[in-house]
């Protein structure tokens, strides 16, 4: 029989079945640190379920705010990258036992000031000249990314590419027995091009250098080193351990995101990374050629689908699938269907097919989200988790 749930409703029993009560919290006592370590917070005695941290009530924005915004051009990077980094931290920093908040210690300007690399004209053009043993160490390594003098040309800006985009800092409390929180753990996500835009010329053309995989592990891992010893200079965070994860982004109109490729732990104090571990992820955008080539049998499932629907529904125009590929295996995979809106009825109509074609096509290994959509919004929502055989529909408006 099938069933339709209206997730308002859902997500409303949700909530106040496992509303935090907060009579029950507990204020934590100020302890002042020079290290700035300690903190008073309010924790949250509940989070919405066990895949995710417990946050402190009073929530702090990152002192880095913004910048991955004007860092990554890719929306669907930004959201892979704070996701994607939040999920790796879990295999290092048990939700079970740490709570999450967003960066306190890499702020704005320092972000800045290390990818734009502030160094003054003479500077740069002894650089340039291959003078580079008349500056001094600070110099020398206060940029990450390579600085090019005014002129410079598209040859100049080719041999110069400047591979990281942006450093995300997340942290990891632990409770203290006499009720404080400490940062006991940071994770750093560097953000690394895979394709580099310049323009030599200002107001003039835009150009573009393809940077391979290989080379983006290769400067990342030298990258993540530098940043590593420079987080070690700040007091705080000289004895935690450092997870560090290099993310590969997509091109800028992308419609999937990138993925992470390698990361690392460092432990407490440790000024060294020793061993990296291979992230096997990736992004796949249904249709297209690289599905074909390399996931055969979820592309042709995929286009049934897309013919089924286009014989069924007269105003339909077209599917556009993202599918989340862990060690090669389809773990999550999420279907837009946008149609042209002719009524409710219609809708529900769509929304019942659909809903018959998943239990009858799909299997049900992986996580499956389906959005119906016209030009008014996101008029239907099926989804399934893995496992379950049959999918739980919200048609909005009813």
Request: hydrophobic letters at 35%; a negative charge.
């Amino acid at each position: 029989m099938k069933r339709v749930a209206f997730i308002l409703l859902s997500l409303f029993l949700l909530v106040t079945g496992c509303a935090p009560d907060y009579d029950e919290q507990e204020e934590v006592i100020q302890e002042n640190q020079k290290n700035d370590k300690r903190e008073k917070a309010i924790v949250a005695k509940y989070s919405i379920s066990e895949d995710y941290y417990r946050p402190l009530e009073r929530y702090k924005p990152g002192k880095a705010r913004g910048v991955l915004m004007n860092q990554v051009a890719n929306r669907l990077d930004i959201e892979e990258m704070e996701i994607g980094l939040r999920r790796h931290s879990k295999d290092v920093f048990d939700p079970e036992d740490y709570f999450f908040q967003e960066g306190q210690y890499l702020t704005e300007d320092m972000l800045y000031d290390w990818l734009e690399r502030k160094l003054t004209q003479q500077q740069v053009n002894k650089l340039l000249e291959g003078a580079s043993q008349e500056l001094s160490e600070e110099e020398l390594q206060r940029g990450l990314n390579p600085s090019l003098k005014d002129g410079a040309t598209e040859e100049d800006y080719r041999d110069r590419p400047r591979y990281l985009s942006h450093i995300l800092e997340q942290n990891f409390l632990q409770k203290n027995e006499d009720g404080t929180v400490e940062v006991e753990g940071i994770s750093i996500g560097l953000a690394l091009r895979s394709t580099y835009r310049f323009q030599p010329v200002k107001y003039g053309a835009y150009y573009y250098e393809q940077i391979s995989r290989e080379e983006s592990l290769k400067q990342g891992k030298q990258l993540a080193q530098t940043v590593l010893e420079r987080i070690r200079k700040i007091e705080a965070l000289t004895d935690v351990p450092v997870m560090i994860a290099l993310y590969r982004q997509e091109e800028r109109g992308s419609m999937v995101p990138g993925n992470f490729m390698t990361k690392t732990t460092v432990k407490g104090s440790d000024m060294t990374i020793k061993e990296w571990q291979s992230i096997q992820e990736d992004y796949v955008l249904f249709p297209s050629d690289e599905a074909k080539e390399e996931h055969r049998d979820d592309s042709e499932l995929i286009a049934d689908f897309q013919a089924k629907i286009a014989e069924y529904f007269p105003n339909y125009i077209g599917v556009v699938g993202k599918g989340f590929y862990k060690d090669d295996e389809l773990t999550k995979l999420t279907i837009d269907i946008p149609i042209e809106f002719k009524g409710k009825t219609e809708v529900i109509g769509i929304s019942q097919y659909v809903y018959s074609l998943i239990v009858e096509k799909f299997p049900t290994y992986f996580a499956l989200e389906v959005n119906i959509e016209s030009h008014n919004g996101q008029e239907s929502l099926i989804f399934r988790e893995p496992g379950d055989e049959k999918p739980t529909v919200h048609i909005y408006g009813q």
